[in-house]
């Protein structure tokens, strides 16, 4: 076999087919996250799944560079495969939309493309389901987008998980005017999020940052938990931004707290992963047992600016193959249908079947002409509920585990497993 040929059936490294059950819960779990986040206003938004390179980077920042599919089309231009969908929102309200009554409530289910080292959770294609909020700049918007995170992750089935958000405003208000050798932000950066007191020292010390400026960094990463580390956070500086900052938080906690959500939130002041373009608060998701975050979001109010009037927003985006993870197979996954019909009723009695479908039921065929003892077989090794066997005018007989007995169509209609 040539080393430059793959072998048929093989994929891509970074990718894999989802089939039957895993298949099923994906949809299912979708299909849940589509109607809440319909429920709460939001519009599904469907970018392409490609676009130029330089429009999708524009705002995206170093985060995203290294880990794009980029592809050269036969005109020349540089194109990439997908790796962020808020970049794509803000590119549509900031080029189409910019003009509409906000605030704008988007949401959407897509697959994402990163070159990046598979790992448990995530491959080189991924799916998303995510929502963006655009046009408020309020506290109010902030804590909307965390509370409907919680929801998400409720409705999914997860009962224990917490959300670790932070104010990219407060690290930033700190390091303003400080004059730092290139890299070393970065490297304090780094170490924050690691949690790493030596390696935040020894940055400090490499780049020669000392007094109240290394004393306020060294203490971020003990400001974990819950509201009462919003007063410590407070001290560590005056600038107007580290308090607005702070203030913002106190505000988010006391939203979230009217709201019963309080006990799924804890502030993390160490807390500044996530994308480049965050300005104000950024957030993860964990759940138990997992050592990688099922989502995250934040603020991003100077994105929209890249490529149209600049415009306040704030969103999440949930890692549907990592949700499905935390859940374990705690999600309904429905393969079978409820009821499998014998050719020769589906063929007499197409009206009838098109009907119960229509309310509702799953309904298949048999297009292999098989007879009652093969189609109960069938049943049984499919879980089908449900056989028609045979059908009489008004009546239909129909098979279950429990036996074989005679209904009417409208009586098999309401019997839906």
């Known amino acids: 076999m040539s080393a430059h040929r793959p072998f048929v059936g093989a994929l891509p490294y970074g990718v894999r087919d989802l089939f039957l059950e895993e298949a099923a819960q994906l949809s299912t779990l979708e299909d849940i ?11 599904r938004v469907i970018p392409p799944t490609y676009e130029h390179y330089d429009v999708l980077l524009a705002g995206s920042g170093i985060e995203l560079e290294d880990k794009v599919f980029r592809v050269l089309d036969r005109e020349g231009n540089i194109l990439a495969l ?4 808020t970049t794509q929102v803000a590119r549509i309200v900031g080029t189409k939309l910019f003009d509409q009554p906000p605030p704008l409530r988007f949401y959407y289910l897509a697959n994402v493309y990163r070159y990046e080292e598979p790992r448990a959770g995530q491959q080189r294609e991924f799916r998303q389901a995510g929502v963006e909020l655009i046009g408020a700049a309020t506290a109010e918007a902030d804590a909307e987008v965390l509370a409907l995170t919680i929801d998400a992750l409720r409705s999914a089935g997860l009962i224990e998980f917490q959300l670790n958000v932070g104010h990219m405003g407060l690290f930033r208000a700190l390091m303003t005017g400080a004059a730092l050798p290139p890299g070393v932000p970065e490297a ?7 949690k790493d007191s030596q390696g935040l020292a020894e940055a400090l010390a490499e780049a020669q940052v000392s007094g109240p400026l290394a004393e306020a960094l060294q203490c971020l990463p ?9 007063d410590q956070a407070a001290l560590l500086s005056d600038r107007p931004a580290a308090r607005n900052a702070v203030e913002r938080l106190r505000a988010i906690h006391h939203l979230l707290e009217r709201r019963e959500l309080a006990g799924h939130v804890i502030f993390d002041l160490s807390e500044t992963r996530g994308m480049g373009y965050y300005t104000g608060i950024a957030f993860e998701g ?5 050592g990688f975050p099922l989502c995250s979001g934040g603020r991003y109010d100077s994105l929209i600016a890249h490529y149209g009037p600049s415009c306040p927003a704030v969103g999440v985006a949930l890692g549907t193959e990592r949700v499905l993870l935390a859940l374990g197979a705690r999600v309904p996954a429905r393969l079978a249908p409820d009821l499998l019909v014998a050719a020769d009723v589906a063929e007499n009695h197409w009206r009838q079947v098109e009907a119960l479908r229509r309310r509702g039921w799953r309904v298949a065929a048999d297009v292999l002409g098989h007879g009652d003892d093969q189609l109960r077989d069938a049943a049984i090794e499919r879980s089908i509920p449900v056989v028609a066997l045979a059908a009489d005018g008004g009546q239909v007989r129909v098979w279950t585990p429990s036996g074989e ?13």
């Open 33 to 43: 996250w589509r109607r809440l986040f319909e429920a709460w206003g939001y519009g």
């Open 82 to 85: 997908r790796s962020d969908l």
């Open 188 to 194: 304090i950066r780094a170490a924050l999020n690691r």
């Open 222 to 230: 003990t400001l974990c938990g819950g509201p009462e580390i919003l």
């Open 286 to 290: 964990f759940a138990p047992g997992l």
């Open 405 to 417: 007995h005679w209904l009417t169509w409208e009586a098999l209609a309401e019997s839906l497993p």
